[in-house]
Nanobody
Framework: QVQLVESGGGLVQAGGSLRLSCAAS??????MGWYRQTPGKQREMVAT???????NYADSVKGRFTITTTNAMDAVYLQMNSLKPEDKAMYYC????????????WGQGTQVTVSS
């Protein structure tokens, strides 16, 4: 059974930093990432990382956010620097496992609030 445990959200002033963590267990994963959602809007990709350590970022966070994972790919992190008020959202950890009928899993979400 896949389990995802997120931590690290909170309140920060504009220009500040936060680090999100997501511990993943229960399977072997080929893709991990972070998405975010604000009320009334669709969930959007923030950053993803593959087993080969290829990364992909939303244009709005390039140069400010960094996604990393462990050698075992059992956790994923999002270092967020130079935060802006528009980064305020619920952030969700996402993983895709290599095998299984259901391959996509989401964390419970962690709130990030950036004050101006």
């Amino acid at each position: 059974q896949v389990q995802l445990v997120e931590s690290g959200g909170g309140l920060v002033q504009a220009g500040g930093s936060l680090r999100l963590s997501c511990a993943a267990s229960g399977s072997v994963f080929s893709l991990m990432g972070w998405y975010r959602q604000t009320p009334g809007k669709q969930r959007e990709m923030v950053a993803t990382i593959t087993g080969g350590r290829s990364t992909n970022y939303a244009d709005s966070v390039k140069g400010r956010f960094t996604i990393t994972t462990t050698n075992a790919m059992d956790a994923v992190y999002l270092q967020m620097n130079s935060l802006k008020p528009e980064d305020k959202a619920m952030y969700y950890c996402y993983v895709r496992r290599i095998v299984g009928s259901s391959r996509d899993f989401w964390g419970q979400g962690t709130q990030v609030t950036v004050s101006s």
